[in-house]
């Protein structure tokens, strides 16, 4: 089976510091990996999507993601947070061993933003 | 393009009563996917149609159903609503539902059950 772990359930930065939100996954197969984010009240926007191509990935909004099969890992990181970053993120996997989708979400983490 | 579309974006419903949310996919999208998102549980997968056809299915009861028109609309309906049933659902449409596809998500329904 396959699964996602965010291993923080509330992180908190102030503004311009690094943002680091991390992700191990576990799965049989190469998998699809993303990070979407939530912003209260809203729905979910994509972050960013890691399929087989280049292991470090680049997003939306300054948010890049590297994927690390030895680790099984697939951090989501930020050089400098801003006050909009406040919001909640989810790593979700993609099985790819079944036609369709049914994407596989982890717990969640809450990024807070301190000016 | 419009984006996914869901209505009504809230709903009152009492415990025994059922209710019917609709979706509205992005244009030329043909995969429709529903998901139950809750604070104990978080997000989980109902389901996913393609072609007015059922999928894949997601570890929910009976109660839970859906189904797809020929114009990729979507809706899913609840049945004798449980109090736990309260949560916010969320559809989410693609080209053609493969995994590597980007998934793009609707605002939500809240559902309160009473």
């Known amino acids: 089976a396959q699964s996602v772990t965010q291993l923080d359930s509330h992180v908190s930065v102030s503004e311009g510091t690094p943002v680091l939100l991390r992700c191990n996954y576990s799965?049989?197969?190469?998998?699809?990996l993303f990070w979407y984010v939530q912003h209260p009240n809203k729905g979910l926007q994509l972050l960013l999507k890691y399929t087989s191509a280049a292991t470090l990935v680049k997003g939306i909004n300054g948010f890049e993601a590297e994927f690390k099969k030895s680790e099984t890992s697939f951090h989501l990181t930020k050089p400098s947070a801003h006050m909009s970053d406040a919001a909640e993120y989810f790593c979700v996997v993609s099985p790819l061993n079944q036609a369709g989708t049914a994407l596989i979400f982890g717990k969640g983490t809450t990024l807070s933003v301190s000016s | 393009k419009a984006g996914v579309t869901q209505t009504p974006r809230y709903l009152i419903k009492t415990r025994g009563q059922q209710v019917t949310l609709s979706c509205s996919p992005i244009?030329?999208?043909?995969?429709v996917s529903w998901y139950q998102q809750t604070p104990g549980q978080g997000l989980q997968f109902l389901f996913e149609y393609f072609s007015e056809t059922q999928r894949n299915k997601g570890n929910f009861p009976g109660r839970f159903s859906g189904r797809q028109f020929s114009n990729s609309r979507s809706e899913m309906n609840v049945s004798t609503l449980e109090l736990g049933d309260s949560a916010l659902y969320l559809c989410?449409?693609?080209?053609?539902?493969?995994?590597?596809?980007?998934?793009?998500f609707g605002p939500g329904t809240r559902l309160l059950v009473l």
């Open positions: 989410a449409s693609s080209l053609r539902g493969g995994p590597e596809e980007t998934q793009y």
């Open positions: 244009s030329g999208h043909r995969s």
């Open positions: 799965s049989s197969y190469s998998p699809s």
